[in-house]
């Protein structure tokens, strides 16, 4: 969430910002000026009515201490206060309109976003590796999988339906090894802490973070009563809200947070787009990482999330190219963001891997959290940051089609060979699933 004063003074600023986005300002920002315009008169008819009850009073005062008749005053003192109450009344109702205008205006982008459109218009910004070569026509991972015995999403359709995946033996160990590899990747060589969050969380928890209101559609609810729980869409959710209304020391900053969880998205909208294979779940794991910093650091910061996210990559030999979001690309909360796309042979294209933002204060002050900088007494609102490190299934997806073989078996990375205790998946797997 922006800051209100922030908007009010700066509303040029921030509608060219909105345009920079590909947004209209006038449907973002609605009537803003208007509601914040009728919300300080009803704050100053409220003082000065304040102002008038306060001199009555005292004049009743000196009028009871005469011994002389208060009665008109006392009248006016009581009509003076409904007033007061009803100024009050109509101050907190445009605030809460301000404050719902507010919560659906996206962060606004950094100035070193590059402006554009459309996906089309991001920036590449450096690769790493090259592609593998094959003297055979490398195939999708779907195609692989269900040959190798090991992706099976004929039964998780059964199961749940379209967008699930079962994965067997070897794809199944393959999924956890990486999980395994790159949380400790992540503890031991990177300073992370490992954090295991429930994967419900409460409405409070979703706007900290802005997918509520907004983004509803994308998540799965699950009621309970008068409140509602909502299944993860990403560890950020949960690991951000941990310190929800806290004050940290700024002693403490940065503080990098690495969780495991699975994820549950509806993919509302995207019906038609990715139907073949597991690039686009309604259930899928990934290993997230979370910094909270000082606002001074953050782009550091960024830089060096962004690192510990490719380096996955890189022990794994994987190409990969890093993309900068243009402002008509990023999400809703971020105000930077880079995308890592590793190269998928079998589909002949680099696909999104990870994304890794810098959201400044956006989700700090709709989450209140705040930290106090050394030597002042007043808090601020330190900055947030997350990026995937890595989406286990879109990797587990890159090492079959970057690693698969003539005879049709996959080679493993030797750095997950102990985490697999096998350096092969090997073709003509029994595909035997009982």
């Not at 951000?240 to 969880?261: C, G, K, Q």
């Not at 003539?406 to 080679?411: C, F, I, L, M, T």
Request: hydrophobic share 35%; with cysteine; proline share 5%.
């Amino acid at each position: 969430m922006l800051d209100l004063n922030f908007v009010r003074d700066n509303l040029t600023l921030v509608e060219e910002k909105l345009r920079q986005r590909g947004m209209n300002p006038a449907e973002v920002l609605k009537d803003f000026a208007a509601i914040d315009a009728k919300r300080r008169q009803a704050i100053t008819a409220a003082e000065t009515l304040q102002a008038r009850r306060n001199r009555a009073s005292e004049e009743i005062a000196k009028l009871k201490k005469a011994g002389q008749d208060a009665t008109p005053q006392i009248h006016e003192t009581k009509e003076l206060r409904e007033q007061i109450q009803d100024s009050e009344k109509k101050a907190a109702e445009e605030e809460a309109r301000l404050r719902e205008l507010l919560a659906a205006i996206p962060n606004l982008p950094s100035d070193s976003v590059p402006v554009g459109t459309s996906a089309d218009d991001n920036v590449e910004t450096r690769r790493w590796g090259t592609p593998p070569k094959f003297d055979f026509k490398p195939r999708p991972h779907w195609e692989l999988g269900e040959e190798l015995g090991v992706l099976d999403l004929e039964r998780a359709a059964k199961l749940s339906g379209a967008r699930f995946a079962v994965y067997w033996g070897l794809g199944a160990r393959l999924e956890r090894a990486l999980a395994n590899f790159m949380l400790d990747l992540h503890t031991r060589e990177h300073g992370y802490t490992e954090v295991l969050p429930p994967y419900l969380v409460n409405s409070e928890s979703m706007y900290g973070t802005g997918q509520l209101p907004k983004f509803a559609q994308d998540l799965f609810r699950v009621p309970q009563g008068e409140k509602d729980l909502w299944l993860i869409p990403t560890a950020e959710v949960p690991v951000t809200n941990l310190y929800r209304d806290e004050v940290l020391d700024a002693a403490r900053l940065p503080i990098s947070l690495t969780a495991y969880t699975p994820c549950f998205r509806s993919e509302a909208g995207s019906y038609g787009k990715d139907v073949r294979g597991i690039i686009r779940q309604h259930q899928f794991q990934k290993v997230e990482l979370v910094k909270f910093a000082r606002p001074e650091t953050s782009y550091e910061e960024l830089e060096k999330l962004t690192h510990d996210a490719e380096t996955v990559l890189q022990k794994l030999g994987l190409h990969y190219r890093v993309v900068g979001l243009s402002t008509g690309d990023m999400g809703f909360s971020s105000a930077k963001t880079y995308d890592l796309e590793v190269w998928l042979p079998g589909q002949n294209l680099f696909r999104e891997i990870s994304s890794c933002s810098n959201f400044e204060s956006f989700q700090a002050r709709r989450a209140n959290i705040r930290y106090r900088p050394e030597g002042k007494n007043k808090t601020e609102f330190l900055h947030t940051l997350n990026g995937s490190a890595l989406a286990v299934g879109r990797t587990w997806v890159a090492i079959l089609e970057n690693y698969q073989q003539a005879d049709g078996s996959v080679r493993i990375p030797e750095a997950l060979q102990p985490y697999m205790g096998a350096d092969l998946i090997p073709a003509r797997v029994s595909t035997s699933k009982s």
